[in-house]
């Protein structure tokens, strides 16, 4: 169970740096993966999804710290989340010939590993 609330503590503060960062830089951090903000719209946009949705995450997996009861699901959400991210990003990756996109590879490298962590964890839980 500790591992298990470690992983949830650390994908807490990726999710919540990552979070504040669109949050309060949304075109410094959309450039990274190639994206343009060329609309006040787009860019509430991307403040709202990339950002809100990431620090809802967080607050979810905070709240799952405080109460064991929310352990399972947390685990449950993030290993569906993240091999959902991975397997979409995957198809875009061949959709769009992107062999060479280097900010999704390494995205997509950290969404399996976090899928696979995320299922550990719950796995290790099954045995208590």
Not at 44 to 69: N, P, W
Not at 90 to 97: E, I, N, P, T
Not at 98 to 106: H, R, V
Request: aromatic share 10%; glycine share 10%; net charge positive.
């Amino acid at each position: 169970m500790l591992s298990a609330r470690i992983f949830l503590a650390v994908q807490a503060l990726i999710l919540a740096g990552f979070g504040l960062a669109y949050l309060v830089k949304p075109h410094e951090l959309a450039n990274l993966s190639g994206m343009l903000l060329m609309a006040p719209a787009a860019i509430t946009d991307v403040r709202a999804y990339y950002g809100g949705l990431q620090l809802g995450l967080a607050a979810y997996l905070l709240l799952a710290l405080a109460r064991l009861d929310l352990l399972r699901p947390a685990l449950s959400l993030l290993v569906l989340l993240y091999a959902a991210l991975a397997l979409t990003r995957m198809a875009g990756l061949w959709l769009d010939g992107g062999a060479q996109q280097t900010f999704n590879l390494y995205a997509m490298l950290f969404e399996v590993v976090s899928a696979g962590l995320a299922f550990w964890c719950l796995r290790g839980l099954g045995r208590n």
